[in-house]
């Protein structure tokens, strides 16, 4: 099993997507160059001894905007798909080295006014790094320990359209590397960055204001989602063990979700889930404890609605939970697809703080009432 097959959905997807919607005319594509600066998030000690950095990065990517009313009418938006390859350097040669994330991305573009507009980015995917941890000649990197690992970034920023060519963005962002717990030490690399972005229109095309009706609470969406998902996750710490932490043990779970529309992007969730953890059964049967490794949790948070996908953010505690390595609290960032109706495919992370737990795949049914 590799850490691939959670992200080669969703790349493929847009690559997919690109040539289907390039038979409408509405629709226009993008180059963009773009730069960053920032600084390593020394977010525990763990990872402190490798000291301050200032990563940077230069990169490219491709744009495919979607401009036909009934994009606009689901977000009051103007939705742009797109793939992003990057070089990153972390400022950090021999321990860290320097990444080369490929994801792709969703970005919105809020009208403010005239010329400006505010944009969202959400992006996933995967990271070619160059120092992995190695316990004879890499140490001290406890960041990462695997030469390909998931990359996921989120962004805001300011973005300028002065002509139907040009669109210039200016961009805070917060990047994260790391295998989601599948192989170990896997404290995750944060860096938080300022981006700018220079792009080019490959077809003319303005980001016209389209009159609409405003959002009806009566019509909103009220639905559930019933999901099963699977990931891989580590099953040792190091030094509890030789090559311990090489094992990759299954974590599989099912989840339910309520979920309720508040406005045309928007929507409230409430939702609880189980999960059968192996790696923690590893561990419990290592230390010789009467523990069990099942969780159920309890959590609530937030759902973007744009078109054929949702992208959550929640916050959970634990309803059960007899074995307590982690916190009692944690995030979860989900985003599903409709492949079918009421079928969606997606991946998720649960994290407790800047350290993921996991990221697994998933399978949805979703049914309105």
Request: with cysteine.
């Amino acid at each position: 099993m590799t850490l691939t097959k959670p992200f080669i959905w969703l790349l493929t997807w847009v690559l997919l997507t690109t040539g289907v919607f390039n038979s409408q005319a509405q629709n226009a594509s993008s180059l963009g160059f773009s730069a960053d600066y920032g600084f390593l998030f020394l977010h525990s000690q763990d990872v402190a001894p490798i000291g301050q950095g200032y990563p940077w990065s230069l990169g490219a990517e491709y744009g495919y905007w979607l401009l036909n009313d009934g994009y606009y009418e689901n977000c009051r938006c103007y939705p742009k798909l797109g793939l992003s390859l990057s070089y990153h350097n972390y400022d950090n040669p021999q321990v860290l080295g320097f990444g080369i994330p490929l994801y792709g991305f969703l970005e919105p573009w809020y009208r403010l006014k005239g010329p400006l507009f505010l944009n969202l980015r959400g992006g996933v995917g995967l990271a070619w790094a160059s120092e992995p941890y190695h316990a004879e000649t890499n140490p001290l990197n406890l960041s990462y320990s695997l030469p390909v690992s998931a990359f996921v970034m989120m962004g805001v920023g300011v973005g300028y359209a002065p002509n139907l060519r040009w669109k210039f963005n200016l961009q805070a962002r917060y990047n994260h590397l790391s295998n989601g717990g599948f192989r170990e030490p896997n404290k995750g690399l944060n860096y938080p960055t300022l981006n700018f972005t220079t792009e080019y229109a490959l077809q003319p095309f303005d980001l016209a204001t389209t009159q609409r009706a405003p959002f009806n609470p009566a019509e909103s969406l009220k639905d559930f989602q019933f999901t099963l998902f699977a990931a891989g996750k580590a099953g040792g710490q190091i030094g509890e063990g030789a090559n311990e932490e090489n094992i990759t043990y299954l974590v599989s779970g099912a989840a339910a979700r309520y979920s309720h529309q508040v406005s045309r992007s928007s929507a409230l969730v409430v939702g609880t889930s189980f999960i059968n953890n192996q790696a923690y059964a590893r561990q419990i049967e290592k230390r010789g404890l009467n523990r069990n490794e099942d969780q159920v949790t309890l959590s609530a948070g937030h759902e973007f609605l744009l078109g054929k996908f949702r992208f959550a953010q929640l916050l959970g505690t634990y309803l059960y939970k007899d074995f307590h390595p982690t916190p009692g609290f944690f995030q979860r960032y989900t985003l599903d697809w409709q492949f079918l109706p009421n079928w969606q495919l997606g991946t998720g992370i649960k994290a407790h703080g800047h350290v993921g737990e996991f990221i697994d795949v998933r399978l949805s049914y979703r049914f309105s009432l």
